[in-house]
């Protein structure tokens, strides 16, 4: 039976709506820093079911004067899934669910995000770590706290993809080991299907709750008894004409802005990386000319000649900086780009409504 799980792959992912309650109430205490807590529950065949979760204990972070706190605070607690600390909670927690008989199998952990922020060493040593060491089939479920204070809910579960787990387990993130296997930042995640489930107790209990009473309307016998306090249906509503940016909008834009400058920075190092290595090849290159004429001259005069090969121990190529990096902010810009698309699309209606008055030529 075990065997016929593993060749199942995950297809789906089903959590319970208390799980997702308990998520949402983590996420938005413990908001701007990162929460996680690990999953519990079962693998059933292709569906993942997520049944209860339990928050990580807080790590101290050190104590420190800069005004980098709140940064060391949050990555402390980012860090905290694959912590030695918190390894031995989950295992005792474990313990204590298998006695009394539930679903006692670790399924992953949960994570908190802001505006989509998630895409960045933390959550994929983590990932890593339990897909390696705990369970491979396990996955990382993103809460994003901001998205959901708009009203709709944004949940999502990851997995590291075989050809990543299979790259980063080598350590091999160089160009060339990129070319060869055709790696690209689209393949470093892959989302699986989310949907929310209610056991059938709890379906049962919500159609027991009783419903407010009928009230019969009343028509009233003259005009003048028409109550007008309340507005119609078609009351004026100016709110929607607003030319206010969405100040989500501008909060994901500034991001997208820092995303990409970082992306030109890694840019940057790998190009100085080039220079360097051209700079070193042209070297040997023209030491080993030197040699071979050297050679040539020793023979003619009967002379032993010199080893070639000693401009390795003479010469040190620069060493190629790891494209993780980049492969991780290609990912995160291209988050970011798909929730301005998405944040964008009222804002932009309403200015192509009144372009007319933006112009530079109708501005007085």
Not at 33 to 56: C, H, Q, R, W
Not at 80 to 94: D, L, S
Not at 137 to 147: L, N, P
Not at 335 to 344: E, I, P, S, T
Request: aromatic share 8%.
């Amino acid at each position: 039976m075990a065997d016929l799980l593993k060749e199942a792959p995950l297809t789906a992912v089903q959590v319970e709506a208390l799980v997702v309650m308990k998520i949402i109430k983590h996420c938005s205490q413990t908001f701007p820093t990162t929460a996680t807590g690990f999953l519990v529950g079962m693998d059933a065949k292709s569906t993942l079911e997520i049944t209860n979760s339990f928050p990580f204990p807080t790590v101290d972070a050190p104590v420190t004067d800069s005004h980098h706190d709140n940064n060391a605070i949050s990555n402390h607690a980012a860090a905290a899934p694959r912590h030695k600390a918190n390894a031995v909670y989950q295992t005792e927690m474990i313990r204590k669910l298998r006695e009394v008989n539930v679903d006692a199998n670790n399924v992953g952990w949960y994570t908190s995000a802001n505006l989509g922020n998630f895409v960045n060493m933390n959550m994929i040593e983590n990932q890593y770590h339990y897909q390696k060491e705990l369970n491979e089939r396990t996955v990382a479920i993103v809460h994003d706290v901001s998205r959901s204070s708009q009203g709709s809910l944004s949940l999502r579960a990851f997995r590291l993809s075989p050809a990543f787990m299979l790259a980063y387990k080598e350590n091999k993130f160089t160009t060339e080991s990129l070319q060869k296997s055709s790696f690209r930042y689209q393949d470093i995640l892959l989302e699986l299907p989310l949907q929310i489930h209610n056991s059938h107790l709890l379906t049962s209990f919500l159609h027991t709750l009783p419903k407010s009473p009928y009230q019969p309307s009343t028509i009233p016998p003259s005009l003048s008894e028409i109550p007008t306090s309340q507005p119609g249906p078609l009351h004026p509503n100016f709110t929607t004409l607003s030319l206010s940016i969405d100040p989500f909008l501008s909060q994901t834009a500034d991001l997208l802005l820092d995303s990409i400058e970082s992306h030109h920075t890694e840019l940057a190092n790998h190009q100085y990386y080039q220079r360097s290595l051209a700079r070193e090849q042209a070297k040997i290159t023209a030491w080993q000319q030197k040699r071979k004429a050297e050679n040539a001259s020793r023979v003619l005069t009967k002379q032993a000649p010199l080893p070639e090969d000693e401009w390795q121990r003479l010469f040190k190529l620069p060493q190629e900086p790891g494209r993780l990096e980049v492969l991780l902010n290609s990912r995160q810009v291209e988050q970011y780009a798909r929730q301005v698309d998405g944040f964008a699309a009222g804002v932009t209606g309403k200015m192509f409504a009144v372009r007319s008055n933006l112009l530079p030529e109708k501005m007085e």
